[in-house]
T-cell receptor
Framework: SQELEQSPQSLIVQEGKNLTINCTSSKTLYGLYWYKQKYGEGLIFLMMLQKGGEEKSHEKITAKLDEKKQQSSLHITASQPSHAGIYLCGAGPSIQGAQKLVFGQGTRLTINP | KAGVTQTPRYLIKTRGQQVTLSCSPISGHRSVSWYQQTPGQGLQFLFEYFSETQRNKGNFPGRFSGRQFSNSRSEMNVSTLELGDSALYLC?????????????FGQGTRLTVV
């Protein structure tokens, strides 16, 4: 079965600094989802990447999918306190399969003022 | 446009009881998936419904069941509750439920079994 590993598991950065979170899959990635979660709450959809080399941005968050490396990265530029939370990557099992997402263990991001 | 609505938000039950959780997807979305989130196991897939049919099931015991109604609203039922069932239960809504379709989550139902 597919497994996703996120690194780092936790990250503390100074406000205004850039940061990167990585998500590596044990199998071929057919699509990759990024979500943000505040503790104990639901997941907020950030973006979905479908093709190798695809890159998407939303405000100060950019995500890229490297299919060959079976990896995706999430980059935050000029971090703000509102970026704090747990970032989760998720992936589907196959290109045409029903959505049965497998998730990484999450990266806890803390922003220090 | 309303998001995914889960009710109730919090629930406390006693071991041995049963519980029903509800999920109303985004209007126009026909797929509802359920996930269990615990500190130890993380997010795990329970099952997925599309047009009132269960299409996929995760590795959970038969005590966990669900159904979907004609209006796409879904319910999840857990019978004979165990302490280990304490978790945040999340549902996700998507238009088709196919891989690479955007999936949006609700706020979750926090279930505590005592």
């Amino acid at each position: 079965s597919q497994e996703l590993e996120q690194s780092p598991q936790s990250l503390i950065v100074q406000e205004g600094k850039n940061l990167t979170i990585n998500c590596t899959s044990s199998k071929t990635l057919y699509g990759l989802y990024w979500y943000k979660q505040k503790y104990g709450e639901g997941l907020i959809f950030l973006m979905m990447l479908q093709k190798g080399g695809e890159e998407k941005s939303h405000e100060k968050i950019t995500a890229k999918l490297d299919e060959k490396k079976q990896q995706s990265s999430l980059h935050i530029t000029a971090s703000q306190p509102s970026h704090a939370g747990i970032y989760l990557c998720g992936a589907g099992p196959s290109i045409q399969g029903a959505q049965k997402l497998v998730f990484g263990q999450g990266t806890r991001l803390t922003i220090n003022p | 446009k309303a998001g995914v609505t889960q009710t109730p938000r919090y629930l406390i039950k006693t071991r041995g009881q049963q519980v029903t959780l509800s999920c109303s997807p985004i209007s126009g979305h026909r797929s509802v998936s359920w996930y269990q989130q615990t500190p130890g196991q993380g997010l795990q897939f329970l099952f997925e419904y599309f047009s009132e049919t269960q299409r996929n099931k995760g590795n959970f015991p038969g005590r966990f069941s669900g159904r979907q109604f004609s209006n796409s609203r879904s319910e999840m039922n857990v019978s004979t509750l165990e302490l280990g069932d304490s978790a945040l239960y999340l549902c996700a809504s998507s238009r088709t439920g196919i891989t690479n379709t955007e999936a949006f989550f609700g706020q979750g139902t926090r279930l505590t079994v005592v």
